[in-house]
């Protein structure tokens, strides 16, 4: 069902967005943005996993606005992302995340037949990462890494749907399958029994015998670093959405209800829902819009406005608390940490967190295109 804003009192910046967005399409110039401070991003070339946050904001601009400039640059980019899966740079589970709102997108919204291609290629080569003995999706490096290879993470979440979509569109059953097993390895794994979770956790990667949940972008090994939490609520909303399991949508529900007991007054999550007190106060934006978007899927998917209310007040408080007021600036929202342990980008603009603001914002204006669910052209 569709749920509809009702609550918001805040206006949506819609336009102001939409319009820094435009100005950026010729300040970026190709390349792509990271994070950012002082009014404008970092650039950089397509190596990370960062770098379809950027188109994937064209694309939702493109389907909102008649202005050809998003669609064109959008379509400017996707070069780079075959040259990127060509080249095998920096391939990793984010495969997900680089060629949904890339290929998948320009797919999606201009039915280009190259951009699918590339988007199943994408696919085929995340496919390639699950362990059979674990039943899980390896998140980092070479498949069968001495170190990595017995590693799932929470953020693999959220790059399952371009294998629910593969699995869709070509008819092959075991895009399906494999993403269904991952997010089964996730719930019984990443999860904990009070509703928080691990960032990751280790198997032995010959055996598949569990071993530890381990840390890796939050403050230890037992608290709880908020975008991990955010991208199980979003990957288990999706999860339930593609596979119709109920127990994704009781680890949605019950990730979310973790996240929204445990935020501050202003809600807006410090970068470690569990920090201990006077440790490094950063706050992270991005966990809280790409919550926003969680919830908001997850109350239509379940038909729970109270659960939709919740979503719209996270936008709210970003709008009132990170938003960047200056109009000269090149980010949507101030305060978001990229990766405090290693001291990267603490208190920045994050691309991440603007791609999944302007998500939000759309989802509340119910104008946003679909990059994660079904197409409705499978
Ligand atoms: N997926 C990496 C991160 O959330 O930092």
């Excluded at 401070?37 to 970092?42: A, E, K, R």
């Excluded at 960062?50 to 389907?63: E, I, K, Q, S, Y």
């Excluded at 840390?215 to 608290?223: E, I, V």
């Excluded at 991005?286 to 379940?302: F, K, P, T």
Aim: include cysteine; proline fraction near 6%; charged fraction near 20%.
């Amino acid at each position: 069902m569709t749920l509809v804003s009702a609550a918001t009192q805040t206006k949506l910046p819609l336009t102001e967005a939409l319009s820094r967005i435009k100005r950026n399409s010729t300040l970026f110039n190709g390349r792509f943005p990271n994070s950012g401070s002082g009014l404008h991003y970092t650039l950089n070339d397509n190596v990370n996993w960062l770098a379809a946050f950027w188109p994937g904001m064209l694309w939702l601009a493109a389907a909102y606005s008649n202005d050809p400039i998003y669609r064109q640059t959008a379509v400017s980019l996707l070069p780079s992302f075959h040259n990127r899966l060509n080249k095998q740079i920096h391939i990793t589970h984010d495969l997900g995340f680089l060629y949904t709102l890339s290929a998948r997108a320009q797919w999606q919204l201009t039915g280009d037949e190259a951009a699918r291609q590339l988007a199943l290629r994408a696919a085929g080569e995340l496919a390639r990462r699950f362990r059979e003995p674990g039943q899980y999706i390896q998140a980092w490096k070479a498949v069968g890494d001495p170190e990595e290879g017995g590693r799932i993470i929470a953020d693999t979440m959220m790059n399952l749907p371009l294998l629910f979509w593969a699995g869709a569109q070509t008819g092959n059953g075991r895009y399906h399958e494999i993403a269904r097993r991952h997010a089964r390895t996730s719930r019984q794994y990443l999860i904990r029994p009070d509703g928080s979770s691990f960032h990751t956790f280790f198997f032995d990667q010959k055996t598949g015998r569990p071993l530890a949940g381990r840390t890796h972008q939050g403050y230890s090994d037992d608290s709880l670093w908020a975008r991990g939490q955010a991208w199980l609520i979003y990957g288990f909303a999706l999860a339930a959405q593609w596979c119709a399991e109920p127990a994704f949508l009781a680890a949605a529900r019950q990730t979310a209800v973790t996240f929204l007991a445990e935020l501050p007054e202003d809600k807006i999550p410090p970068w470690d829902l569990r920090l201990p007190p006077g440790e490094l106060p950063y706050r992270d934006s991005s966990a809280a819009a790409i919550a926003a978007c969680g919830l908001l899927r997850l109350a239509q998917l379940d038909d729970d406005p109270a659960l939709y209310a919740q979503g719209e007040a996270l936008v709210e408080a970003l709008i009132n608390c990170c938003w960047e007021t200056n109009p000269d600036g090149e980010g949507l929202l101030k305060h978001g940490a990229l990766h405090v342990p290693k001291g990267w980008a603490t208190d920045e603009y994050l691309i991440v967190g603007d791609y999944f603001f302007l998500e939000a914002l759309l989802t509340l204006e119910n104008k946003t295109p679909d990059f994660w669910g079904p197409a409705g052209k499978e």
